[in-house]
C-alpha cells in the first residue's frame, strides 16, 4: 500500500530565506506527483504536476523535483515571503484515480 | 482557469438529518472526487465519479452516497448523518484518465450536532 510522508510536519523560517520541504513515498509506480498549497480553512491550490516521466517542475519561485526510483520529491521555494505561510501537501497518482496525500508540512514565513 | 464550487462553506447539521453536498466545476471535467480531510489522517477519498450515473467507492464511502446526475454536477448525500461525520469536505474535478491535475473545491465544513 502507498504510503506518503512529508518530513517536517511544521517548518518556520525568516522572510527572505530559500526552503526545501521533502516527501517521500514508498512505492515508486506511480503515474505522476502534484503539490498544493492549502490556506487555513480552505480548498487546496494545484501548485506543480510533475508527471512520472519527468524531473522537475517550475513555476515562478517555485521548483519541484522528482526522483521516481528513490521515492522522493522536493518542493524548493526561493525568497520566501510571509504570503508563502500555508500547509504544503504532496500527493502521487496511483492509476484508477487512486491519489494518495502525505499529511502536509505547515510553514510559517516570519517577516 | 478550472473553477470548482461547493454549495456551502459551512454547514451545521442535527444527527439523522439527511445532508446533501454539491460541487460543480466548469471545465466540462469527466472525472469528480469527494474527499474528507480530518487533523491527523490527511485526506481520504469517499467515492469518485468517471462519468453520468458512474460511481465508484473510495476508502470510506460507509454512511455516504452519490449522485451524478450532470456532468458538471456530483453531489454527496449523507443517508443519516452522524457525529463523525463531522470533518472538512473536498471536492475535486480532473480530465479523464490519471495522469491529469486535480482541481479542488474551497471545502465544505460540516459539523453534526
Known amino acids: 500500500k502507498q504510503e506518503v510522508t512529508q518530513i517536517p510536519a511544521a517548518l518556520s523560517v525568516p522572510e527572505g530565506e530559500n526552503l526545501v520541504l521533502n516527501c517521500s513515498f514508498t512505492?515508486?509506480?506511480?503515474?505522476?506527483l502534484q503539490w498544493f498549497r492549502q490556506d487555513p480553512g480552505k480548498g487546496l491550490t494545484s501548485l506543480l504536476l510533475i508527471q512520472s516521466s519527468q524531473r522537475e517542475q517550475t513555476s515562478g519561485r517555485l521548483n519541484a523535483s522528482l526522483d521516481k526510483s528513490s521515492g522522493r520529491s522536493t518542493l524548493y521555494i526561493a525568497a520566501s515571503q510571509p504570503g508563502d505561510s500555508a500547509t504544503y501537501l504532496c500527493a502521487v497518482s496511483m492509476g484508477n484515480n487512486d491519489m494518495r496525500f502525505g499529511a502536509g508540512t505547515r510553514l510559517t514565513v516570519k517577516p | 482557469d478550472v473553477k470548482v464550487t461547493q454549495s456551502s462553506r459551512y454547514l451545521v447539521k442535527r444527527t439523522g438529518e439527511k445532508v446533501f453536498l454539491e460541487c460543480v466545476q466548469d471545465?466540462?471535467?469527466?472525472?469528480m472526487f469527494w474527499y474528507r480531510q480530518d487533523p491527523g489522517l490527511g485526506l481520504r477519498l469517499i467515492y469518485f465519479?468517471?462519468?453520468?450515473?458512474?460511481?465508484e467507492k473510495g476508502d470510506i464511502p460507509e454512511g455516504y452516497s452519490v449522485s451524478r446526475e450532470k456532468k458538471e454536477r456530483f453531489s454527496l448525500i449523507l443517508e443519516s448523518a452522524s457525529t463523525n461525520q463531522t470533518s472538512m469536505y473536498l471536492c475535486?474535478?480532473?480530465?479523464?484518465?490519471?495522469?491529469?491535475?486535480?482541481?479542488f473545491g474551497p471545502g465544505t465544513r460540516l459539523t453534526v450536532t
Open positions: 465519479s468517471y462519468d453520468v450515473k458512474m460511481k
Open positions: 512505492d515508486s509506480a506511480i503515474y505522476n
Open positions: 475535486a474535478s480532473s480530465l479523464l484518465g490519471s495522469s491529469y491535475e486535480q482541481y
Open positions: 471545465m466540462d471535467h469527466e472525472n
